[in-house]
C-alpha cells in the first residue's frame, strides 16, 4: 500500500530546518514513502498550516512538522511551544491524524544542532517514523 506523507517545515532557522527536513526525507524514502513539503515561516503557524491542508481535502495518508523554537529573553518562547503542541495535539485528536512531531523546543542552538543534525540525534528521521507507525496502527484499526 503506498503512503503519501505531507511535511511541514517551519524554516525561521534554515540551517536547522535543512538538517530536519534532511532526516525526515532519508526516513520516508527508506520506507518508499512519498512526500511533499509544505514551507512555513515558523512553529506558531504549524497548526493553522495542518489544519488548511486537512481542510483541502489533498490525500495525505501522515502528516510530518517540523521546526525549531530556541529559547530566548523573553515569554514568546513559552507560548511559541506550547501553542504549536496545543493545536497539533488538538488537530491529531480531532481528526485521527498520523502525525510525527519533529518540532524542537530548546535552550540554545549548540542543543538545536544535536538534535536537528541527521548523524546525531535526527529528530526529522524519528518524527517521519513516527508519523509512519501511527499510520501503521490507523491501518491495524481499519480507521483509514
Known sequence: MSTNVLIIEARFYDHLADMLLDGAKQALD????????????????????????????KPYDAF???????????????????????????????????LGNGVLTVHNEAQALKRADPTRKNMGGQAARAALRMLEIKRELQLT
Open 64 to 98: 510530518v512538522v517540523l521546526g525549531t523554537a530556541i529559547q530566548g529573553e523573553s515569554d514568546h518562547y513559552g507560548h511559541v511551544c506550547t501553542e504549536s503542541f496545543r493545536g497539533c495535539t488538538d488537530l491529531s485528536l480531532r481528526h485521527h491524524l498520523a
Open 30 to 57: 527508506a520506507a518508499g514513502a512519498t512526500h511533499e513539503v509544505l514551507t512555513i515561516p515558523g512553529v506558531l503557524e504549524i497548526p493553522a498550516a495542518l489544519e488548511y491542508m486537512v481542510a483541502s481535502g
